[in-house]
């Protein structure tokens, strides 16, 4: 089974940078992996940011992110990395990372998830 650590969140002023980590342990081929990041902001439902496909590096986005976060993993590691940069407020959510077997935004098809990491963004 697939275990999950996310770290990184933190406080950070608007147009700030974060990096995000989700690193991954367990007895699983990490390759065989989509793993994505979700954000929860207060009141509202829980929202596909972005994953990436471990075997192929592929990748997606929302589109209230694209051009400012950027996801990459590193295999060795068995770690996904999420940069966030020119943040705003509206970023302001826990972020969780996820696995599971197809790239999507809909968190029913993870089964795996990690504890989450609080992203506040000041104005």
């Known amino acids: 089974d697939v275990q999950l650590q996310a770290s990184g969140g933190g406080l950070v002023q608007a147009g700030g940078s974060l990096r995000l980590s989700c690193a991954a342990s367990?007895?699983?081929?990490?390759?065989?992996?989509?793993i994505a990041w979700f954000r929860q902001a207060p009141g509202k439902e829980r929202e596909g940011v972005s994953w990436?496909?471990?075997?192929?590096?592929?990748?997606f986005y929302r589109d209230s992110v694209k051009g400012r976060f950027t996801i990459s993993s590193d295999n060795a590691k068995r770690t996904v990395y999420l940069q966030m940069s020119s943040l705003k407020p509206e970023d302001t959510a826990i972020y969780y990372c996820a696995a599971g077997s197809y790239g999507s935004t809909f968190s029913r098809l993870y089964d795996s998830w990690g504890q989450g990491t609080q992203v506040t963004v000041s104005s």
């Open positions: 990436i496909r471990i075997s192929d590096g592929s990748t």
């Open positions: 367990g007895e699983f081929t990490f390759d065989d992996y989509v």
